[in-house]
């Protein structure tokens, strides 16, 4: 997904001399074309993750749209305070881009799994919140941003759903994008575990069950006229997330449910349980390791579908 | 701006924030009148500014990083023009827009709100930046409390200004030496704090902050670094029992010793 940002990031600054694009040191073999093209609009702040909210504060009230790179947790959790009193309260233009959803550096250790920061970016009033499943929906997520005028928090992931092309390219902030219609259960995901979804009801397909997969890319704001059709034409509505159950896409999707005052018939929220995975290995091998892979989909679809 | 009394406008302010805490019965009141030289200077004698039209893309901007001194800040703008002084007593009463932190919102002339301590530089660095991006001549003033230093945020900005050679930026910090509870050298050493910012690539100048004279000289220079002034200050400057105590840190000034405030303040 950081060759879609990447790409619409130079398409941004080309016709805009006011997009600049801030990075905390991270990108390297990423940003040097932009650097090179682009040298009074990209600027490389040190491992200094207050300081480069501050900075891109003073900037966006200055009328910059500005955009921040960093990856896990270092453009989020590091300066929270900062995304909060500096940009939000100010709804400032300020474009935090993370790449490394979830387990997406799984390897590196439990200070490089990003899991909370969708609970937290969208608990801050204002924010825009976006976990792109595909390489379609992180451009056009990375284009639409820039327009948008508030504090946007766009999580990029090492996986995504593959051979994707064609599959919900109308791309809009806040506007699920269905993936594979379905008649009897819905599946909606986010990020590039989406993949796991897509895949699990490809296989309940072959024992004649029929699921939706939504890619809810946008968790905030979330797409409550999506999510009621799921409910009416569903009889049973899995959310699936590489992040902590608490406050993520899954409680986002509970909470228009309550708004709606309509529920599925059955609901279950597969995401991280309330801890710390302390053991470390791919993307693939954590989701299986805390159960939210493909495997743990299906059975879950095949037990609600033999009750 | 430009022909401004600072000493009038010092005295109307410092009469005006301790009607206003009192008032509010808020406080920081100290913290405060630590500053209203600092803030004086700037806008009766320094910044470019212009009340009737306070977003002029020319304008020098400001940022009270220690925001918890913001009545300083809408007294000041109150004396000088931006709004009606009457406004001012509404400080921290139910439904006010004026914050006991200083707060922009619906307030002509207030640039940025702060409160949480070592915000004020990294943002004020970016418009600095700004304006060296976009080539224009503004330039950018901040005040921080010598407190807030602790604030590792501000020597992240300290290096940032520097590497990027941002000398449209001053900070002014306001060196009363006294926190929250105790003083800044017993909390957590500052000093040597000018051989510090030094060494961080910025010019840097001590001097008498209720000096309205060189703070004058000292903040209307153009400097080819980024301008660190340490401007040594008393807490509490201008009313006796207030001077280098921590306690008005916290206390509202009321009845006697309200009336005792008003009294010294109207004398200066």
Redesign the interface.
Known sequence: MRGSMIRALVELADNNKDVVLITGDLGFGLFEDFAKQFPNQFINIGIAEQNMIGVASGLALEGKVVFVYSIGNFPTLRCLEQIRNDACYHKLNINIICMGAGFSYGALGMSHHATEDIAIMRALPGTTVISPSTEDEAYFATINIAKHKSVCYLRLDKSKVQNSQGLGTDFEIGKGNILKDGTDYTIIACGGITEEALSAAYDLDKDNISCKVVSMHTIKPIDSILIQECINNSKGLVTLEEGNITGGMGSAVLEACLELGNFPPRMKMLGIKDDYVSVVGSQEYLRKSIGISKKFIVDLILEWNAS | MGSIDTKKLARAVRLNVVRMVNKGESSHIGSVLSIVDILAVLYGRVMNYDINNPKLEARDRFILSKGHAGAGVYATLAEVGFFDKSELLDHCQDGSKFSGHVS?KGISGV??????L??G??????????AK?DDLDYRVFTILGDGELDE??NW??F??SA?RNLNNLCVVIDRNSLQSMDTTENTLALEPLAEKIRSFGWHVQELDGHSHAALEDALIKHSKKPLCIIANTVKGKGVSYMENSIEWHYKTPKDSRFDQAISELGKL
């Open positions: 922009h640039e940025f709100s702060t409160g949480a070592g915000h530089l990294p943002v004020a660095a970016g418009m600095a930046l700004r991006l590792g945020s992240e900005a290096m940032f590497h």
